[in-house]
């Protein structure tokens, strides 16, 4: 009986890995932004991060920012635009499994950020 569970066990195991459960896509990538209660230049300061909830690595990731705009410098290493109302998080670096990236900037009201694309680097 033992050995006919670890048998059925292993094939749904193998049947997820096969089908890609867990495998990882743009969808995997968060965005979280929240009030830090601080104003830079007369604007409310906002913390974003962008946050890989996939077990795997994503690098080169691209989110909207149309018109995106901050009275508080913005560290181009983290966040910075590539046109066409484009920007790349962390200077395209990988961001890690389950791992989170992050920057402020004070404007008013809030951007919302929308990955567009990433780089997946499994296996």
């Given at each position: 009986?033992?050995?006919?569970?670890?048998?059925?066990?292993t094939i749904?195991?193998?049947?997820l890995?096969v089908?890609?459960?867990?495998?990882c896509e743009?969808k995997?990538?968060?965005?979280?932004?929240e009030?830090?209660n601080?104003?830079?230049g007369?604007?409310?300061?906002?913390?974003?991060?962008?946050?890989?909830?996939?077990?795997?690595p994503?690098?080169?990731?691209?989110?909207?920012c149309?018109?995106?705009q901050?009275?508080?410098?913005?560290?181009?290493?983290l966040f910075?635009?590539?046109g066409?109302?484009?920007?790349i998080?962390?200077?395209g670096?990988?961001i890690?499994?389950f791992?989170?990236?992050g920057?402020?900037?004070?404007?008013?009201?809030?951007?919302?950020?929308?990955?567009?694309?990433?780089?997946?680097?499994?296996g």
């Amino acid at each position: 009986m033992a050995s006919t569970f670890g048998s059925l066990l292993t094939i749904i195991l193998f049947t997820l890995l096969v089908n890609g459960y867990g495998q990882c896509e743009l969808k995997g990538i968060t965005v979280g932004t929240e009030r830090t209660n601080r104003e830079v230049g007369g604007k409310e300061e906002w913390k974003v991060s962008f946050i890989n909830t996939c077990k795997c690595p994503q690098k080169s990731l691209i989110v909207s920012c149309d018109g995106f705009q901050s009275t508080e410098k913005v560290d181009p290493n983290l966040f910075a635009s590539v046109g066409n109302n484009n920007c790349i998080v962390n200077g395209g670096q990988p961001i890690g499994p389950f791992a989170t990236v992050g920057f402020v900037y004070a404007w008013d009201p809030p951007f919302i950020f929308v990955p567009r694309s990433s780089q997946v680097q499994c296996g």
